[in-house]
């Protein structure tokens, strides 16, 4: 399958901390790709640099086949590279369908020029993430695992070609985590390309197509989840060299 | 009483209010976007010496000073934004103030265009207060469209989360120079109203005093919502005569009623509307939130949560 996001050697040092150096990555599309690490490994940087949030000290980022490295965030969110944060960053006067307005705002979409499109629009992705009951409602009324859902509905509402998904169980209640894992899986289903970070490794097992371990800001392992998961290395890195012995 | 004799008596209170609120406005426009400017001050100046200049000594007609002014404002305030571009918050403020400084250094020295410390005099009258009301209406009316469409979210996102902004489309540096060009233009526009309604532009008119009439005003009258630069432009013209029994102390009796309002209503006059719609908006539909289980999942059926593994 073709690769539709890659980083190619790249470095992000920050003086004289490495938190990336020489990692390579690639999303084939339509597959969900799990970037696991223990914290501080370097997964939130990999995104961003993904992202465009931070520049490359060195390497490259290719979308599409194509050198976007120097290519402003807003411009990649427009060809279809969206993503969610590890903080919930919803804006708190607006309503949630305003909320999602938001993600529509900055393209120019063909079958989204009226605002009665661009409403129905955002109410289709509220409703695929089965929360279009809260659309006229502010988000800090709501649970925090549905604001996360409202975060990706928004993400999703431009109809992106990959979604990167920075930690989005992060101190989710087990309820929670269940119902993100279930609109993971579908849109999954639904073909869509899908970077998801995360430090919970059992979590990504059951969801992901594609895994790759990051430590210490380089690439400790990547390939079919359960049998990277089972490597010595993957499991030192998670349990602790004790652990693993025994 | 007869609003003719109202009007009569309260024409330079009106025509007060009416400059000070686009003064406010040129302020609030670039703080939406969450930029902290005071150009739009400095182009009060420009657009005031500009438009009397024009007509005055060149003779021009009022419409073509006006546009001609217009168009400097657009081009100079391009200019200085991306000058200005890589500033921000109280450095950008601070650049800002010592532009409005710097113009009215410009208007006492030259003396030839400003008519130095005497001033600009002559300026013939075109607009008067309904043509100036007008302006601010035009001014005032725009404010609010663009505070409840997609324009107004994406100055909110600006404002609020830069990060975000661009991580959802937005040419972050774009729209803050456009913010920038906006207040220089509502600038310009007071000062060329000020102009006309005055007849005359010297350069106490100008400088660190008007900064903080617009601020104040804005910030009493709401600095997020469309109209609380004219509440609070009102406010600030009439208040000298709600306060005239307090005598010498009447400044420090405005300065009091300040610092109340930014106490008790942080978000100004205007804010309290906004409040008040956002209450009644979270006071709506609570059987939604049935939806929802004790631990904050989503009450749908369990048979659909299957995660295939």
């Known amino acids: 399958m073709t690769a539709i996001l890659a980083l190619e050697e790249v470095k992000v040092h920050f003086g004289g901390v490495k938190a990336v150096d020489g990692v390579s990555l690639s999303l084939r599309q339509g597959a969900l790709h799990a970037l ?40 990649l969110y427009r060809r279809g590279l969206a993503r969610t944060f590890q903080g919930i960053r919803l804006l708190d006067d607006l309503t949630v369908r305003e909320n999602v307005l938001a993600g529509l705002d900055a393209l120019d979409l063909p079958d989204a020029r009226k605002a009665s499109q661009r409403r129905d629009r955002a109410d289709a992705a509220l409703a695929r993430m089965e929360i279009l009951d809260t659309a ?41 985590r269940r ?33 790759s371990v990051l430590n210490f800001g380089t690439l400790l392992a990547s390939g079919e989840p359960q049998t990277t998961a089972a490597l010595p290395a993957v499991r030192e890195a998670f349990l602790g060299g004790e652990h693993v012995a025994a | 009483m007869n609003l003719e004799i109202w009007f009569g008596t309260n024409e330079g209170y009106i025509q007060a209010a009416l400059v000070t609120t686009l003064l406010a406005a040129s302020v609030q426009v670039a703080l939406r976007s969450g930029v902290l400017s005071f150009a739009g001050i400095g182009f009060y100046g420009v657009g005031a010496y500009g438009a009397g200049y024009l007509q005055v000594t060149r003779g021009w007609s009022f419409a ?46 030259w003396d030839g265009v400003t008519g130095g410390a005497i001033g600009l005099f002559g300026i013939p009258p075109m607009l008067g207060t309904g043509g100036v009301a007008i302006v601010v209406v035009a001014a005032l009316v725009l404010s609010a469209l663009t505070q409840r469409s997609g324009a107004g979210r994406r100055q909110r996102l600006l404002r ?60 009493v009258g709401g600095t997020w919502h469309w109209a609380g630069p004219f509440l609070g432009a009102c406010i600030f013209a009439w208040m000298p005569v709600w306060l005239a029994f307090a005598g010498e102390w009447r400044a420090l ?32 539909r609570p059987e939604d939130r049935s939806a929802f289980t004790s631990d904050g999942a989503a009450n749908i059926p369990s048979d659909s949560l299957e995660v295939s593994r």
């Open chain 1, 36 to 75: 696991v690490g223990p914290n501080g490994s370097g997964k939130t940087t990999a995104v961003n640099l993904m992202s465009r949030l931070v520049d490359p000290t060195a390497g490259r980022v290719l979308f599409d086949g194509t050198d976007v490295t120097r290519v402003p965030r807003h411009r």
């Open chain 1, 136 to 176: 006229g409602l502010e988000p800090s009324a709501l649970p925090y695992g549905v604001q996360r859902r409202v975060e990706i509905a928004r993400a999703l509402a431009g109809d992106p070609r990959v979604l990167l998904l920075d930690e989005p169980v992060a101190g989710m209640s087990a309820g929670e």
């Open chain 1, 179 to 211: 119902d993100i894992a279930e609109v993971l899986h579908r849109l999954k289903g639904d073909g869509l390309t899908m970077l998801l970070i995360e430090h919970d490794l059992q979590f990504v097992l059951g969801l992901a197509d594609h895994l």
């Open chain 2, 64 to 109: 073509m000073a006006a546009l001609t002014v217009v168009a400097l404002t657009l081009v100079l305030a391009a200019l200085l934004a991306l000058l200005l571009a890589r500033l921000r918050a109280l450095y950008l403020a601070m650049a800002t103030i010592a532009f409005v400084l710097l113009v009215q250094i410009a208007a006492l020295s």
């Open chain 2, 160 to 219: 609020e989360d830069e990060v975000l902004a661009g991580a959802l489309g937005i040419d972050v540096r774009r729209h803050h120079r456009i913010a920038f060009v906006h207040s220089a233009l509502l600038g310009a526009l007071a000062g060329i109203c000020q102009a006309d309604l005055l007849t005359v532009f010297t350069p106490e008119n100008l400088g660190f005093g008007v900064i903080v009439s617009a601020l104040t005003a804005l910030v």
């Open chain 2, 253 to 284: 009796a405005e300065g009091g009623l300040t610092i109340v309002v930014l106490i008790f209503l942080p978000a100004g006059l205007a804010g309290v509307v906004q409040l008040a719609a956002r209450r009644a908006r979270r006071m709506r």
